[in-house]
């Protein structure tokens, strides 16, 4: 399985974002897609996750600003960031979980700053 994502860059606080990443390979059914963010010096924490069926859960810190969704057809999911503020700047990392593994993406930058 292979993940491709795209979509990260500079913003000022307030701006929007909106990040892809499509699912290649043997995928069969993947059970959830999400996204997961590394600032400089701190862990890796969740952000989204959508799991099959429809359920979603957010980091705390992102409900109402951020959108996760997933097109099963195009194996893809999404990331539409609004509203972002400079704590949201890090590395996001898309993820599956395909059959109990899961598969990570290669990164994209995400800058917030004026």
């Known amino acids: 399985v292979q993940l491709q994502a795209s979509g990260g860059g500079l913003v000022q606080p307030g701006g929007s974002l909106r990040l892809s990443c499509a699912a290649s390979g043997s995928i069969g059914s993947i059970n959830v897609m999400g996204w997961y963010r590394q600032a400089l010096g701190k862990q890796r924490e969740m952000v989204a996750a959508?799991?099959?069926?429809?359920?979603?859960n957010y980091k705390d810190s992102v409900k109402g600003r951020f959108t996760i969704s997933r097109d099963n057809g195009k194996n893809t999911v999404y990331l539409q960031m609004n509203s972002l503020k400079p704590e949201d700047t890090a590395v996001y990392y898309c993820t599956v979980l395909v059959r109990g593994t899961s598969y990570w993406g290669q990164g994209t930058q995400v800058t917030v700053s004026s």
């Open positions: 959508v799991i099959n069926g429809g359920n979603i």
